[in-house]
C-alpha cells in the first residue's frame, strides 16, 4: 500500500525568507504522480505543484519548487520570498493515476510571519 | 475560488442516521472524487466517479455509497452514522484528458454526528 509521511506537523517562516517542507512515500511502482496542495484556513484546497515519477527534472512554478528524489522516494517543497499569503496546511499527496485514489500526508501547518 | 460547490456547508445528525451531501463539478469537468477529512489529518479518498461509474473506492464500508447524474454533479450518501463519520467532506472535479489536467477541490461539509 502507498503510504504518505509529513514529518513536520508545523513550520514557520519570515517574509521574503525561504522554506522547506518535507514529505516521504512508499511505494513500490515505477510511474506515479506526486503533489503538494495548500488548504489556506477556511478556504478551498488548491494545487500548488505536481510532479510525474518517470520526470527527472523538478517541477517548478513561480515561486514554489520541488526536489525530487526517486530512489530516496522523497518530495520536498521549496517556498522562496515567503508571503503571508503562504500561510496554510500543506498537504503532500501521492496518486498511481492521475487525480485518482490520490493518498494524502497528514499535512504541514506553515506560518509566514511578518 | 474554483468553480465546485457543495451543498450544505454544515450538518449536524444524530448517530443512525442517513446523509446525503451534494456536489456541483467545474464547468467541463466528467469525472468526481470523494475525500473525508478527520480534524487534523490529511484527506482520504473515499471514491471516485467518471462518467456516472464508480471507477475506483478507498477503503470505505458499502454504507458509504455515491452517484453520478447526467449533468456530472454528484451525491456523497452515508447510511447508517457513526460517531467517527465527523468529518469534513471534499468533493473534487477534474477531466481525465491528459496527466496535466488538475484536480479542483470544492468547499467541503462539515459533518457532525451526535
Known amino acids: 500500500a502507498q503510504t504518505v509521511t509529513q514529518s513536520q506537523p508545523e513550520m514557520s517562516v519570515q517574509e521574503a525568507e525561504t522554506v522547506t517542507l518535507s514529505c516521504t512515500y512508499d511505494?513500490?511502482?515505477?510511474?506515479?504522480?506526486l503533489f503538494w496542495y495548500k488548504q489556506p484556513p477556511s478556504r478551498q484546497m488548491i494545487l500548488v505543484i505536481r510532479q510525474e515519477a518517470y520526470k527527472q527534472q523538478n517541477a517548478t512554478e513561480n515561486r514554489f519548487s520541488v526536489n525530487f528524489q526517486k530512489a530516496a522516494k522523497s518530495f520536498s517543497l521549496k517556498i522562496s520570498d515567503s508571503q503571508l499569503g503562504d500561510t496554510a496546511m500543506y498537504f503532500c499527496?501521492?496518486?498511481?493515476?492521475?487525480?485518482?485514489?490520490?493518498?494524502f500526508g497528514a499535512g504541514t501547518r506553515l506560518t509566514v510571519k511578518p | 475560488e474554483t468553480g465546485v460547490t457543495q451543498s450544505p456547508t454544515h450538518l449536524i445528525k444524530t448517530r443512525g442516521q442517513q446523509v446525503t451531501l451534494r456536489c456541483s463539478s467545474q464547468?467541463?469537468?466528467?469525472?468526481v472524487s470523494w475525500y473525508q477529512q478527520a480534524l487534523g489529518q490529511g484527506p482520504q479518498f473515499i471514491f471516485q466517479y467518471y462518467r456516472e461509474e464508480e471507477n475506483g473506492r478507498g477503503n470505505f464500508p458499502p454504507r458509504f455509497s455515491g452517484l453520478q447524474f447526467p449533468n456530472y454533479s454528484s451525491e456523497l450518501n452515508v447510511n447508517a452514522l457513526e460517531l467517527d463519520d465527523s468529518a469534513l467532506y471534499l468533493c473534487a472535479s477534474s477531466s481525465p484528458q491528459g496527466p496535466e489536467e488538475t484536480q479542483y477541490f470544492g468547499p467541503g461539509t462539515r459533518l457532525l454526528v451526535l
Open positions: 511505494t513500490s511502482e515505477n510511474n506515479y504522480y
Open positions: 464547468s467541463g469537468h466528467n469525472t
Open positions: 499527496a501521492f496518486a498511481l493515476y492521475n487525480n485518482n485514489d490520490m493518498r
